[in-house]
């Protein structure tokens, strides 16, 4: 990622610190399928066409200032992905993100989401370790029950080496 990249997505991020779907603090964790489907180098001169999905999870906690803006801190492990036994991709790492929230109807409970931030990850292909930080970017659909759980639809994208898809359904606490 080059500098002026990192640098937008910094500023965009801490953008959000001024703002949520509920103005205070969540905790939470999302379950789901992480797809790459891309080329990799496995090495000199190979490349293998990863087309595989594969179980990913996510911790993460944020905080909301407004109704509509906010940070999200997380942890996200996007699998173990394995093409033929010719490619093995495991790819984990911190993002920081700034959020975007959207009630959908007076008093529903219902929320569009968006966010967009920085990922550190760490990608091993065929035991060789890559390192970086890369955008993240993502939207979703979130219910929240009595102000205080939550339950979340998302679709996120993680830049790496291999960039990777997270389809994944999310529980939260609001606090």
């Given at each position: 990622m080059n500098t002026r990249t990192l640098q937008a997505v910094t500023w965009i991020g801490l953008a959000g610190l001024t703002g949520?779907?509920?103005?205070?603090?969540?905790?939470?964790?999302?379950?789901?399928?992480?797809?790459?489907?891309?080329?990799v180098t496995t090495s000199p001169g190979t490349s293998i066409a990863v087309n595989e999905d594969s179980?990913?999870?996510?911790?993460?906690?944020?905080?909301?200032?407004?109704?509509?803006?906010?940070?999200?801190?997380?942890?996200?492990d996007l699998g173990d992905h394995n093409e033929s036994g010719l490619a093995n991709?495991?790819?984990?790492?911190?993002?920081?993100?700034?959020?975007?929230?959207?009630?959908?109807?007076?008093?529903?409970?219902?929320?569009a989401t968006a966010k967009l931030g920085a990922y550190v990850w760490d990608q091993d292909i065929n035991s060789a370790s890559h390192d970086?930080?890369?955008?993240?970017?993502?939207?979703?659909?979130k219910y929240i029950?009595?102000?205080?759980?939550?339950?979340?639809?998302?679709?996120?994208?993680?830049?790496?080496?291999?960039?990777?898809?997270?389809?994944?359904l999310?529980?939260?606490v609001n606090f």
């Open positions: 949520s779907a509920v103005a205070g603090g969540y905790a939470g964790i999302t379950i789901g399928q992480a797809t790459i489907d891309e080329a179980l990913a999870w996510k911790v993460y906690g944020g905080f909301g200032l407004t109704e509509y803006f906010g940070a999200e801190l997380g942890w996200a991709l495991e790819t984990e790492g911190f993002y920081m993100a700034g959020t975007a929230t959207l009630p959908l109807g007076e008093d529903s409970g219902f929320y970086g930080t890369d955008a993240m970017y993502g939207v979703g659909l029950y009595d102000e205080i759980f939550g339950v979340a639809l998302e679709w996120e994208r993680y830049n790496a080496e291999a960039d990777a898809d997270l389809i994944g999310g529980l939260t």
